[in-house]
């Protein structure tokens, strides 16, 4: 089994930055991708952002491309969501998900581990 844990998450003015973490602890033996979701309410969990177990191949949505960045040190288990330039849209629960493959997805189905989930609320 896995556990991930997430940090970061709070309030924050438009056009801030917030910095999320998520830790995996348990069985992180095997190859792994990471994936950051956000969940707005009454939506869907949508994929912002992923990276394979390298961390050379990264993936972003269109909604936070050239503001978000998404890295991973595996020496720590860890993955961050670095937000810059940050908008009202933005707003949400922010979900870090683990996938036991060398690649990443963008279908939350794809994902068996979950964090659980840090809000993220930006005020104009």
């Known amino acids: 089994q896995v556990q991930l844990v997430e940090s970061g998450g709070g309030l924050v003015q438009a056009g801030g930055s917030l910095r999320l973490s998520c830790a995996a602890s348990g069985r992180t033996e095997s190859d792994y991708a990471w994936g950051w979701f956000r969940q707005a309410p009454g939506k869907e969990r949508d994929s912002l952002a992923r990276?394979?177990?390298?961390?050379?191949?990264?993936h972003y949505s269109d909604s936070v491309k050239g503001r978000f960045t998404i890295s991973r040190d595996n020496a720590k288990n860890t993955v961050y969501l670095q937000m810059n330039s940050l908008k009202s849209e933005d707003t949400g629960v922010y979900y870090c998900?683990?996938?036991?493959?060398?690649?990443?997805?963008?279908?939350?189905?794809?994902?068996?581990?979950w964090g659980q989930g840090t809000q993220v609320t930006v005020s104009s």
């Open positions: 998900a683990l996938r036991t493959s060398m690649w990443s997805s963008a279908d939350p189905r794809d994902y068996e581990y």
């Open positions: 990276i394979s177990r390298s961390g050379a191949i990264t």
